[in-house]
């Protein structure tokens, strides 16, 4: 297994790991497999979505704020940061993604995003990569 | 593969199911690969949350239950049980947790939660333990 | 790996495609282990939902393009269809199932869904089955 870290440098923030992936991978020396990334914390989560135009993460971010508000007379957690732990599961918290050849096979458009729901922070991922 | 039957006593709630899941892997004697846990229901998931404030689950439920009604005249669904669907899969029916030293590999605050949209149920979980 | 491909006839769609990963399931002829289903695009996702009453994938639509609709004077992205993007990651663009006895393990009301939200348009979808 594999821990990296990230650090969110906004509140609310898309970062593209898939490099952070791939080093992974290519020190694992694994050829085929299925690699799995999970982040530890409960206010970030993990998509896979468009590598290309920012605006897509951008436009992803308000629609979720909207979605879930940060400020909601309804929340009673203490920490005030109920909207973030929303989004996390909405994300989730993990993916999967299918190795073969030495390459992650993800699709032209598709980056590997670090949800970012409560920063700036330092973070944590865990990768492992089963195969052979 | 574990079968383990979870008891749910109100229509919506979060069950922590952590030490289920630990049973389950203590039960394999595997060490080290990777566990996944598969709700085989529609009107159930599976998250992965904060596991100290109980105000987290609650608030999470609030807004869930808000952004998608139990009542509203688009539904058609005749079983009258629509949001429960939608529910489940906004948090998604199994997730994955990576195994290692016997241990699953949480972070400091992550609990693993049973989301029951639609009880008082009997339910079913599967989970899976790959590795040696 | 075995590479589908899948077309959607309409712009927002839920595609039953249980048969299909059945289908690569009896070609591996690996009897136990864990499936992987993965999407390769970033305006569609897979989940698991029921497969008996079609007015369930029809809800699940209508819900989701409530909360995240087609048009909106806040989205930048210059294709226009940011909504496509945020649905997919709401399902998210993988699923797991269990294998066992050359069956996949799921839930009597369960069936994979491939879900379109930019169509029509010709998809791919990836299938890994590892075990034995």
């Known amino acids: 297994m594999y821990v990296k870290t990230i650090s969110s440098s906004t509140h609310s923030q898309f970062i593209n790991i898939t490099s952070l992936i791939e080093e992974a991978v290519a020190e694992s020396e694994i050829l085929s497999g299925i690699v799995t990334v999970f982040?530890?914390?409960?206010?970030?989560?993990?998509?896979?979505?468009?590598?290309?135009?920012?605006?897509?993460?951008?436009?992803?971010?308000?629609?979720?704020?909207?979605?879930?508000?940060?400020?909601?007379?309804?929340?009673?957690?203490?920490?005030g940061n109920t909207a973030a732990h929303v989004k996390a599961s909405l994300m989730g918290n993990s993916t999967q993604i299918i190795l073969e050849n030495g390459k992650l096979q993800l699709g032209m458009w598709q980056g590997i995003y670090f949800c970012e729901f409560d920063g700036p922070r330092q973070r944590k991922i865990q990768i492992q990569i089963l195969g052979k």
């Open 39 to 79: 982040v530890s914390h409960t206010t970030a989560g993990i998509t896979i979505n468009e590598n290309a135009d920012p605006d897509v993460k951008r436009d992803m971010l308000k629609v979720l704020d909207r979605a879930v508000p940060w400020e909601d007379p309804e929340y009673r957690h203490y920490e």
